[in-house]
């Protein structure tokens, strides 16, 4: 009677350090899984901020190269002076 307490014991015990084994690999999968969606809205907002410094910086040279022309055919090359002066 005793080595069968002793058997069903040493059964329980095993089960509950086994749950419990699986509840810490499921935590740590929640935490890899939480870390994981970080990463990739991290990683989204950098493209992103990439892409809009990227275009703004476009839109910015095409401007100032639009405006160098406007520039030129305003001021005479020759005289470096307005043309209405």
């Known amino acids: 009677m005793l080595i069968i307490s002793l058997l069903i014991y040493r059964n329980y015990r095993n089960r509950q350090k086994l749950?419990?084994?699986?509840?810490e690999e499921l935590e740590t999968e929640k935490q890899l899984t939480a870390t994981e969606a970080v990463l990739k809205g991290e990683e989204q907002e950098r493209?992103?901020?990439a892409k809009d410094l990227h275009d703004g910086l476009g839109r910015y040279v095409k401007?100032?190269?639009?405006f160098t022309?406007?520039?030129e055919r305003e001021?005479?090359?020759?005289t470096w002076q307005?043309?209405?002066?």
Not at 63 to 66: D, T
Request: proline content about 4%; hydrophobic content about 25%; overall charge positive.
């Open 75 to 78: 001021f005479n090359h020759d």
């Open 69 to 71: 022309k406007q520039y």
């Open 82 to 85: 307005c043309p209405g002066i």
């Open 47 to 49: 493209t992103r901020l």
């Open 19 to 23: 749950q419990q084994a699986k509840i």
């Open 63 to 66: 401007r100032n190269k639009i």
